[in-house]
């Protein structure tokens, strides 16, 4: 497989290492309600880097998953199904890699080892943390019931933002200023990651590619800025 992205050959065991990790899944419906049902969600793809507090990429990880990708009526349920043609063409041109679900939990596993990290980030961590275990149960038929490694702290970079960046004075005026609020009561600025980055990049445009390892390098940024922003407020509120 092709890597996309610089990786390191020389690992500095001095360096806290973290990984932030994405999925894309199928199996989504709507319920009576009109709302959409995703607590059956199949992973097809997943994505991950390595990388640290400060952002730095030391490794990529892009894989289409072969027990779920082949299943065509399930891949009729995914929810951005019209990015098909795009995972074919990356199959083809060796940016994408076609493996089973086993193939995807080994990697990142042996990827956490080699890094010596037991963190995974996800932004709305627990519609990854359950679509992996679903589909390993999945394919498994309960076998195997879990995709992370016992052990693994699993971190919400949804929570991080809200704790931090969502607090910003800037950050709740580019939210007003642009319509990004969200629909409750009394509404708050709204924290995907989208919106995120557009506040980032101060382009109110910006649309996330929703492909797995794609939004992962726009994640670790949340997760960057997070990590400043939380150090800035602590040395405010030492300095008040």
């Not at 610089?6 to 001095?14: A, C, N």
């Not at 609020?181 to 509404?187: A, D, E, F, L």
């Not at 506040?199 to 910006?206: A, G, I, L, S, V």
């Amino acid at each position: 497989m092709k890597e996309r992205y610089k990786t390191t050959e020389k690992i500095d065991y001095r360096k806290r290492y973290l990984i932030v990790l994405d999925t894309e899944t199928c199996n989504t419906f709507k319920g009576l309600n009109g709302n959409l049902d995703m607590s059956n969600s199949l992973v097809y793809d997943i994505g991950w880097a390595v990388t640290d507090k400060y952002g730095n990429v030391y490794l990529t990880r892009s894989f289409l998953i072969r027990e779920i990708f082949r299943n065509k009526e399930l891949m009729d349920s995914a929810y951005y199904k019209e990015k098909i043609p795009k995972y074919y063409e990356g199959i083809r041109n060796g940016t994408r890699k076609l493996v089973t679900f086993y193939e995807a939990k080994k990697q990142l596993e042996e990827d956490m080892a080699l890094y010596k990290t037991n963190i995974v980030i996800a932004h709305n961590a627990s519609f990854d943390d359950n679509a992996t275990k679903v589909t390993q149960r999945y394919i498994t038929k309960s076998k195997y019931r879990y995709f992370f490694p016992y052990g693994t702290e699993i971190w919400d970079s949804l929570k991080m933002a809200t704790d931090t960046i969502g607090k910003q004075k800037r950050y709740i005026a580019f939210c007003k200023e642009n319509g990004f609020m969200t629909n409750h009561q009394t509404p708050r600025p709204r924290l995907t990651a989208e919106v995120l980055y557009r506040f980032f990049t101060q382009d109110e445009n910006y649309m996330e590619e929703h492909t797995a390892l794609e939004d992962v390098l726009i994640e670790k940024e949340i997760v960057a800025r997070c990590y400043r922003t939380h150090k800035a407020m602590r040395k405010k509120l030492y300095e008040d």
